[in-house]
């Protein structure tokens, strides 16, 4: 069926590349662990380097997916279309792991990796996107497979959004299926069994020069979609010349519109038992008097209703309690992600400004409570924070990812940190344990098996599941 719908986005153990369904296997039962690829019962982090250099070829790209443990994160495995066992061959600009999804897909309690490469070329059509299901199994990964594109010749760039979901009710025979997005303005279902089967899809409002900007799927069978708006408008035609939106989508013809944002994250930040939603808007007048873009988040607390559709609050760097000043090109909110980092019952909110003194970039962590949020303990990490490894240089980009799960099992969200411009682009990536700074780990281009060549821009892009 054609997509019909409504018009409105530490020390690590060993590193073994290049192997699929080749790692030791561990004799143990099937895990129900969100976010758990190998089964041992600890959530585990696949984070992208999508510009790597894979057999000399430039921006072909590449995954990590780093294993966790009750140390923290520990053995890995650099995945690439040229890993064995995973479909097609890594080109120059295929640009695997763009996006990045963790969920169980069929339910067998290993979690798979759903994986976006846009700048793929299909059967001669440059540049047409693909995406690949690499499914979890026990010690390690498994068989892979690609889900077709049931509408080639509609859009290019497929696979450059991703979530995956039983959105609006419906399911793929009782399991979840996969959203897609890519260079339009549309949100494609499309089947995660071997099959693909398209399942329908729609459009909205959001500017297709740009496309999709991010897919989030939440608990309560909904999808967040993110995305810019036109020239003369943006999304809530609100006067602030954003340009960006985000929508809900509850239901098979209808969405809620909510605060302007180009990023999204879902969690419970106030303990009531409703999901509060977070939009970052890294291009959004930071509120000074100059009018500097440094960005600013939006939180929508839940609503009656059960989803978020509550009171509004704003957050920028000139709040009151927030370290820094809202300044042009912090971008403020450019990656955001909530969990609860002290095991008080409260998500906590963690902010990423890559831009911060001149791209060396910053992290904002705001603890939940019962009010919403704790504006009084404020904490801001940058890697001139003592116990973070390495020093805020110049274009480093720390914070241009963002990422709250547990990793080591204890009960409390660990923080991972990308900085996809350290080391001249290579990249890298920082492991705070409770998103504290004891026992920080920080991960290098070449500690994780990756090339240096060109500009792999390690930590671009971390996923765990949910």
């Known amino acids: 069926m054609r997509p019909v719908g409504w018009v409105r986005c530490g020390v690590v153990v060993a590193v073994v590349s290049g192997v ?43 995954v990590v997916v780093v294993f966790g443990g009750a140390n923290g994160p520990g053995r890995r495995v650099v995945l690439t279309q040229n890993s064995a066992g995973v479909p097609g061959s890594a080109e120059a600009g295929d640009r695997f792991g763009a996006s990045v999804v963790v969920h169980d897909l069929d339910g067998n309690g290993y979690n798979d990796l759903v994986i976006g490469a846009p700048g793929e070329s299909v059967t001669g059509d440059a540049g047409a996107g693909s995406v690949t299901v690499v ?80 897919l989030v799927g939440t608990p309560g069978e ?32 209808s969405a809620a519109e909510r605060a302007g944002g180009l990023v999204a994250a879902v969690g419970d930040l106030d303990g009531d038992g409703l999901p509060d939603l977070v939009t970052g808007n890294p291009f959004e007048p930071g509120q000074d008097p100059a009018g ?29 309690g927030v370290p820094g000043n809202s300044e042009a090109g912090d971008r403020f909110g450019a990656a955001v992600s909530i969990g609860d980092t002290d095991r008080d019952g409260f998500a906590d909110l963690v902010i990423g400004a890559p831009g911060e003194n001149v791209s060396a970039g910053a992290v904002t962590v705001i603890r939940g409570g019962a009010d919403g949020l704790d504006l009084t303990t404020v904490r801001g990490l940058t890697q001139n924070t003592a116990g973070v490894p390495g020093g805020s240089e110049t274009g480093d980009g720390f914070g241009g990812s963002v990422l ?32 504290g700074t004891s026992g920080v780990t920080g991960f290098t281009v070449a500690g994780v098996g990756l090339s240096t060549s060109g500009t792999p821009h390690f930590g671009s892009l971390s996923a765990a599941g949910r």
């Open 135 to 214: 499914r979890g199994a026990s010690g390690g990964l498994g068989s892979a497979s690609v889900v077709a594109d049931p509408w080639p010749y509609d859009h290019d760039a497929w696979g450059r959004t991703l979530a995956v979901g039983k959105f609006e009710g419906l399911s793929d025979g009782g399991r979840p299926m996969i959203a897609v997005g890519s260079n339009n303005n549309w949100i494609y279902y499309v089947s995660a069994t071997a099959g693909n089967a398209d399942l329908g899809g729609f459009a909205l409002g959001f500017n297709p020069q740009y496309g999709v900007t991010q």
């Open 404 to 435: 709250l799960r547990d990793t080591t099992g204890d009960g409390r969200a660990d923080l991972t940190v990308g900085g996809p411009g350290e080391d001249g682009g290579d990249g890298a990536l920082w492991f705070l344990p409770r998103a």
């Open 292 to 320: 500097a873009l440094g960005g600013k988040v939006t939180v929508t607390f839940g609503g009656a209703g059960g989803g978020p559709g509550g009171r509004v609050v704003e957050i920028t760097q000139n709040t009151a």
């Open 222 to 253: 909904a999808l967040v979609v993110s995305g810019r708006g036109h020239a003369t408008d943006d999304w809530q035609a609100d006067g602030e010349g954003s340009e960006v939106g985000t929508a809900v989508v509850t239901g098979g013809d």
């Open 20 to 62: 699929l369904g080749g790692v030791p296997v561990v004799a143990q039962g099937a895990s129900r662990v969100a976010g758990d690829i190998n089964g041992d019962g600890y959530q585990d982090l696949v984070v992208s380097a999508p510009d790597a250099v894979v057999n000399g070829r430039a921006g072909a790209g590449a």
